[in-house]
């Protein structure tokens, strides 16, 4: 079989954070009751005229400046003709011609090499209904999303994305400045983010281009990737076999991993654009880009350069604490409270994650707030309570949401202070293993002096500072080696 390269380009789709949907005052909410957040207007209703949504316009504004793209002055809405069961009016009023963010850029991080993904348009439109299929012949459309504000982010062409790594380093990367701007949860379960790769192969070395397949909807960064690596496959046998690929849109089976053909893809001609009627065009003047752009917050990547020289973490640590505006915030937060940004961010990226990851919660969602987490580690650096219970106390912070102090008296977990009640179970541990002892003494293994530490944790049950323990046995070891 030859050798051939991917060509990948993006199609991402970003539902916006805004109050109400893009063209009428229906609430813009997730889920709900099916059919209840409907009106005239995003029901496409003859006589109903739509009023433009001025907070969806500058989320879209604030995403062309973030992703370093040109602000048209003048920008206007098209009418995008179709059929299709849950597009209630017949067309979907989006941007054609004259959208609002052209010719941007992200930098991307793939095997330890930088790569600048080239950005040809961000453009405003209104989202589609969404259709469920049941067993048998039945479909049914819930049309609480049509009018949604939906923001489209699509790469220059010819793309720059040439594997399905940097396919979804892209899209890591677009969620993370999508959220930290504030624009979009980036709930990809929840079709939030949506993104559809159009993927072609050609043989290595060869400049031309083969025939696109665009993958629908697809909702998780390993659908992404898998999706893209499967069809240059299948697209590679269907060239070998002397057949043609068909420029068509395909569906992703998460359950087979594999694509399947929906229906053929059109082409722009066949969507018959024209500019939408009851809109006026927009006109965005330099001193409204301006008050954007001075209400923008912190980037990602300059949280992240700041995180490795204001906290001394490394590369890693700051590049897994600045995925999202949430999560950084929340290790911000708890690094200046506790003065230790090394032992927040190990605790956040280790046992926190964790907790959060087997409950499906995201870190804004954590009933362990970044203050508690600062004061279990503060509990910990002062020795009031040792390591050991901190694991198992930042799991009942993390169920009952209670103070780490409260949870501390409530269970007795205070470290032992007492150095009489350490030497009596040590006198145990020492009495309890000869053997040990002996070959530490007689043999020099010092190693296994952290075996008659963990006898002594576990016996007070994590309660005792690991610091006493070691310079209680350097003492006993110590008097049995020289009894005089």
Same mark, same amino acid.
């Given at each position: 079989?030859?050798?051939?390269?991917?060509?990948?380009? #993006?199609?991402?789709?970003?539902?916006?954070?805004?109050? +109400?949907?893009?063209?009428?005052?229906?609430?813009?909410?997730?889920?709900?009751?099916?059919?209840?957040?409907?009106?005239?207007?995003?029901?496409?209703?003859?006589?109903?005229?739509?009023?433009?949504?001025?907070?969806?316009?500058?989320?879209?504004?604030?995403?062309?400046?973030?992703?370093?793209?040109?602000?048209?002055?003048?920008?206007?809405?098209?009418?995008? @003709? &179709?059929?299709?069961?849950?597009?209630?009016?017949?067309?979907?009023?989006?941007?054609?011609?004259?959208?609002?963010?052209?010719?941007?850029?992200?930098?991307?991080?793939? @095997?330890? +090499?930088?790569?600048?993904?080239?950005?040809?348009?961000?453009? !405003?439109?209104?989202?589609?209904?969404?259709?469920?299929?049941?067993?048998?012949?039945?479909?049914?459309?819930?049309?609480?999303?049509?009018?949604?504000?939906? #923001?489209?982010?699509?790469?220059?062409?010819?793309?720059?994305?040439?594997?399905?790594?940097?396919?979804?380093?892209?899209?890591?990367?677009?969620?993370?400045?999508?959220?930290?701007?504030?624009?979009?949860?980036?709930?990809?379960?929840?079709?939030?983010?949506?993104?559809?790769? /159009?993927?072609?192969?050609?043989?290595?070395?060869?400049?031309?281009?083969?025939?696109?397949?665009?993958?629908? @909807? !697809? /909702?998780?960064?390993?659908?992404?990737?898998?999706?893209?690596?499967?069809?240059?496959?299948?697209?590679?046998?269907?060239?070998?076999?002397?057949?043609?690929?068909?420029?068509?849109?395909?569906?992703? /089976?998460?359950?087979?991993?594999?694509?399947?053909?929906?229906?053929?893809?059109?082409?722009?001609?066949?969507? %018959?654009?024209?500019?939408?009627?009851? !809109?006026?065009?927009?006109?965005?003047?330099?001193?409204?880009?301006?008050?954007?752009?001075?209400? #923008?917050?912190?980037? =990602?990547?300059?949280?992240?350069?700041?995180?490795?020289?204001?906290?001394?973490?490394?590369?890693?640590?700051?590049?897994?604490?600045?995925?999202?505006?949430?999560?950084?915030?929340?290790?911000?937060?708890?690094?200046?409270?506790?003065?230790?940004?090394?032992?927040?961010?190990?605790?956040?990226?280790?046992?926190?994650?964790?907790?959060?990851?087997?409950?499906?919660?995201?870190?804004?969602?954590?009933?362990? +707030?970044?203050?508690?987490?600062?004061?279990?580690?503060?509990? #910990?650096?002062?020795?009031?309570?040792?390591?050991?219970?901190?694991?198992?106390?930042?799991?009942?912070? &993390?169920?009952?949401?209670? =103070?780490?102090?409260?949870?501390?008296?409530?269970?007795?977990? %205070?470290?032992?202070?007492?150095?009489?009640?350490?030497?009596?179970?040590?006198?145990?541990?020492?009495?309890?293993?000869?053997?040990?002892?002996?070959?530490?003494?007689?043999?020099?293994?010092?190693?296994?002096?952290?075996?008659?530490?963990?006898?002594?944790?576990?016996?007070?049950?994590?309660?005792?500072?690991?610091?006493?323990? @070691?310079?209680?046995?350097?003492?006993?070891?110590? /008097?049995?080696?020289? =009894?005089?």
């Amino acid at each position: 079989m030859a050798e051939y390269e991917p060509v990948v380009g #993006m199609e991402c789709h970003a539902e916006l954070l805004t109050a +109400s949907k893009m063209f009428c005052g229906c609430k813009n909410e997730f889920g709900g009751e099916p059919n209840t957040r409907c009106c005239p207007v995003c029901l496409g209703m003859p006589g109903s005229l739509p009023v433009m949504n001025k907070t969806a316009v500058e989320h879209v504004m604030r995403t062309a400046l973030a992703l370093n793209c040109r602000i048209n002055s003048d920008a206007k809405f098209d009418r995008k @003709n &179709y059929f299709y069961p849950d597009l209630p009016k017949g067309y979907q009023i989006s941007e054609y011609d004259f959208p609002i963010g052209v010719n941007g850029w992200l930098d991307i991080e793939v @095997n330890g +090499s930088t790569k600048r993904i080239h950005i040809r348009r961000v453009h !405003l439109e209104e989202d589609t209904g969404k259709l469920f299929h049941v067993l048998g012949d039945e479909s049914y459309v819930d049309l609480n999303r049509s009018g949604v504000p939906l #923001m489209e982010i699509v790469t220059e062409f010819p793309p720059d994305i040439h594997s399905s790594e940097e396919a979804k380093a892209y899209l890591v990367k677009l969620r993370s400045i999508l959220t930290f701007i504030g624009v979009c949860d980036g709930k990809m379960e929840e079709g939030s983010l949506r993104c559809e790769p /159009n993927v072609s192969i050609r043989p290595i070395g060869s400049d031309t281009f083969g025939t696109k397949t665009e993958i629908k @909807n !697809l /909702n998780s960064f390993r659908a992404v990737q898998r999706g893209i690596d499967y069809e240059c496959v299948r697209q590679a046998t269907v060239l070998e076999r002397g057949e043609r690929i068909a420029q068509e849109t395909r569906g992703w /089976n998460d359950a087979k991993q594999q694509t399947f053909s929906q229906r053929s893809k059109e082409v722009e001609q066949e969507y %018959r654009y024209f500019p939408e009627p009851d !809109l006026v065009p927009l006109e965005i003047s330099d001193e409204w880009i301006e008050r954007i752009r001075a209400a #923008m917050p912190e980037l =990602p990547d300059a949280r992240r350069a700041r995180f490795e020289t204001e906290y001394s973490l490394p590369v890693y640590d700051a590049a897994q604490l600045t995925e999202s505006r949430a999560l950084s915030d929340y290790f911000e937060t708890a690094a200046k409270l506790c003065g230790d940004p090394k032992a927040a961010a190990n605790w956040i990226m280790g046992d926190l994650a964790r907790l959060l990851n087997a409950g499906g919660e995201e870190i804004a969602e954590c009933s362990v +707030s970044p203050e508690h987490l600062a004061e279990m580690i503060q509990l #910990m650096t002062d020795g009031t309570i040792s390591g050991k219970i901190a694991k198992v106390l930042i799991e009942e912070m &993390y169920v009952t949401g209670a =103070p780490p102090a409260q949870i501390v008296e409530a269970k007795g977990w %205070r470290t032992i202070r007492d150095d009489g009640a350490l030497a009596t179970i040590l006198e145990k541990v020492f009495a309890d293993n000869p053997v040990i002892v002996a070959d530490i003494l007689e043999r020099g293994l010092v190693k296994k002096r952290g075996f008659l530490v963990g006898q002594v944790m576990q016996a007070t049950q994590g309660k005792a500072d690991p610091k006493d323990i @070691n310079r209680l046995i350097d003492e006993k070891l110590t /008097n049995q080696a020289d =009894p005089h």
